[in-house]
């Protein structure tokens, strides 16, 4: 566990990830002529909550740290208004800080709200000062709860889910940051933004959905990133390969699963017609883990031999969690992406090798479905591992399920919603995203009409949150803010990807469920050599 928490803090590619959207919109600037004065505005309290206090203060700006686990930093931020208010909901017994970052002097005349990462609500200040760097009123909220990995507020003293703080959550805190932070933005400049646009990575992205589904007028674009949506089900799923583990008892290395993935990716490499080191249609990948059998890798000076049961752990892993029948229950961790992320495992002085669980889908199953915090994950059986799944769809489905297909109100408010997806995305499959996408097709109508307001680009060899600087990037809330303000909806996302060789190339990520092919001509590492088509095409 203490290995993954240090994983978890030193790479923005997991769970947990920083969300730093970049900000290469047009510059806007307002006609304020004068800094604003950076003093506590009058807060209308939103429905059914009460505001317990408002402050201001005036920052200097600089380099500013990011707080908690994750850290972080961001420098030659501009002097800003850092203006906090703090929310009640009466008789629940909760306090949620909504904070505010307003630039002092060229404001563009947009606002942003920032989403959270893992059990964070919220943004710990890195991504508020990119927001603030980049000209924009910033948003966040902690919606009462803590850090990224702090669960202390899950279990009361009766050991029952605080239904409150979850709540807070699941989305009522966002929508209340929606409305306070709009009202800060009108009381220190004296006028309203001329757009608003929420962005987030994970959890972030999650909220964002949940905006577009319930709260449909709170803003006119979303960028919502490999978003967590499925929530209930992908929790539980994704604490599928440490009960595949255990349950076989075989833990194979991490150098061993880097085996399966390097083979996996080499012989799907040439699928779109181009060996680049991407897999460009990771759903056509079939490669058979059993083909590895017998082969010999080198981990940390030892020789070791794949076995049939290291083969078939992996073909469990990808293949998804099944019921003891066999019943597809969700989809495994993509070919291609980092096994180790969620099949980690540790060998004490004694010798004996025990999984070490990725902290959020264990926490999720310990506290919100086991209610105990001491329970001991390496006894989950393949029929609990069925009850639980189960469990948690009906226990929180509609609480934090995020998966309504109804984005109607949304399209008729003329809000725009861009996600981007990694394909080796090893915490959050990108399978449940798409599948929300043609969900969200057939209760519009067509492919057509979801076109006009909602666009899905997935990433090749990107994890989690990859495109945020870990595996390339890419500046999607560029092209929303030209969708929302200009009509100019994006055929493809531009994309700087990071190849199983290490090697930068660029791509025109393609608008799902269309897949990049190669022309048969040019270089590879530009994306001019590649063009769209149809996956039947592919």
Not at 328 to 339: F, N
Not at 431 to 437: D, L, P, R, V
Not at 466 to 490: C, F, I, Q
């Amino acid at each position: 566990m203490k290995r993954v928490l240090t994983v978890l803090a030193a790479s923005v590619s997991l769970a947990a990830a920083v969300y730093l959207p970049t900000a290469s919109a047009e510059t806007r600037t307002t006609a304020v002529s004068t800094p604003p004065a950076c003093a506590a505005p009058v807060v209308k309290a939103p429905s059914g909550t009460k505001v317990e206090s408002v402050t201001a203060v005036s920052q200097t700006g600089g380099t500013i740290k990011g707080t908690g686990l994750l850290g972080g930093e961001v420098s030659g931020v501009p002097a800003f208004c850092e203006v906090t208010v703090a929310l009640t909901h009466p008789g629940e017994g909760d306090h949620a800080k909504v904070q505010t970052w307003l630039p002092l002097t060229k404001w563009n005349g947009r606002f942003q709200a920032i989403g959270g990462s893992a059990y964070g609500a919220g943004d710990n200040g890195v991504g508020l000062g990119t927001a603030v760097k980049s000209g924009y009123a910033a948003t966040t909220t902690d919606a009462g709860i803590g850090d990224v990995l702090d669960t202390s507020w899950v279990l009361n003293s009766k050991h029952q889910v605080n239904t409150a703080l979850l709540k807070n959550f699941a989305s009522r805190s966002q929508h209340e940051a929606a409305v306070v932070g709009k009202d800060v933005v009108n009381g220190v400049y004296g006028k309203r933004a001329a757009f608003s646009y929420f962005t987030g990575c994970s959890t972030g992205g999650r909220e964002g959905y949940a905006e577009a589904q319930q709260y449909p007028d709170d803003y006119d674009g979303i960028l919502a990133d490999a978003p967590a949506i499925n929530w209930d089900e992908f929790e539980v799923a994704t604490l599928w390969p440490q009960v595949v583990m255990s349950n076989e008892k075989t833990y194979p290395t991490d150098c061993e699963f880097k085996a399966f993935t390097n083979a996996a990716v080499k012989a799907c490499d040439a699928l779109d017609g181009a060996k680049d080191g991407l897999v460009n249609d990771i759903s056509r990948c079939d490669y058979d883990p059993r083909r590895l059998i017998g082969t010999k890798v080198v981990c940390d000076g030892k020789e070791l031999t794949i076995t049939a049961a290291d083969a078939n752990v992996v073909r469990k892993i990808w293949g998804g969690p099944r019921t003891t029948s066999g019943k597809k229950l969700w989809s495994g961790v993509p070919i291609g992406a980092d096994l180790s992320g969620l099949a980690g495992s540790t060998t004490g002085t004694d010798g004996q090798t025990v999984g070490a669980p990725f902290p959020v889908p264990a926490l999720w199953v310990q506290l919100f479905l086991k209610k105990d915090p001491s329970f001991d994950l390496s006894k989950i059986t393949y029929g609990d591992f069925t009850k639980l799944f189960k469990q948690s769809e009906v226990e929180y489905d509609k609480v934090i399920g995020t998966d309504d297909p109804n984005l109607s109100a949304f399209h008729k408010s003329g809000g725009k919603l861009i996600t981007w997806h990694g394909s080796a995305d090893q915490f959050i499959p990108a399978a449940g995203t798409t599948q929300y996408h043609d969900r969200v097709a057939r209760a519009i109508g067509s492919a057509k009409k979801t076109d006009d307001f909602y666009r899905v680009f997935l990433a090749p060899n990107t994890a989690h949150c990859g495109l945020n600087g870990a595996d390339g990037s890419t500046d999607g809330l560029a092209a929303l803010t030209s969708w929302v303000e200009h009509g100019k909806a994006p055929r493809t996302l531009p994309a700087t990807l990071i190849n199983a060789n290490g090697e930068q190339v660029d791509r025109d990520l393609c608008a799902y469920p269309a897949v990049s092919r190669y022309k048969g001509h040019g270089d590879t590492a530009q994306a001019s050599s590649f063009r769209c088509v149809s996956p039947s095409r592919h």
